[in-house]
């Protein structure tokens, strides 16, 4: 079993920068590849970004390449996104997910565990 704990998420201006962290617990972490989904509302929850078990493999949705950069650091069973030029659009609940295989997706159904979320909103 593996529990997720998301934090720094907030209000920002347009073209601010946000870092998003995500605490897991249990001694798989490393082995599992890691993602970052949001949720807009009255919307699906969307892929944002995902990272394979050694960091050697990262994956960006198209809306937010060049921006958005996700890592990780195994020895503190986290995962980072840091958010720069950040816009409206980008206003949902980022959700991260830890999948018990080392390999990344894009998918949410790929995913085994979820955090509870936290609220990202970018002001115009």
């Known amino acids: 079993q593996v529990q997720l704990v998301e934090s720094g998420g907030g209000l920002v201006q347009a073209g601010g920068s946000l870092r998003l962290s995500c605490a897991a617990s249990g001694r798989a972490f490393s082995t599992y590849a890691m993602g970052w989904f949001r949720q807009a509302p009255g919307k699906e929850r969307e892929f944002v970004a995902t990272i394979n078990w050694s960091a050697s493999i990262t994956s960006y949705a198209d809306s937010v390449k060049g921006r958005f950069t996700i890592s990780r650091d195994n020895a503190k069973n986290t995962v980072y996104l840091q958010m720069n030029s950040l816009k409206p659009e980008d206003t949902a609940v980022y959700y991260c997910?830890?999948?018990?295989?080392?390999?990344?997706?894009?998918?949410?159904?790929?995913?085994?565990?979820w955090g509870q979320g936290t609220q990202v909103t970018v002001s115009s």
């Open positions: 997910a830890a999948r018990s295989s080392p390999r990344t997706t894009t998918l949410v159904g790929d995913y085994n565990y």
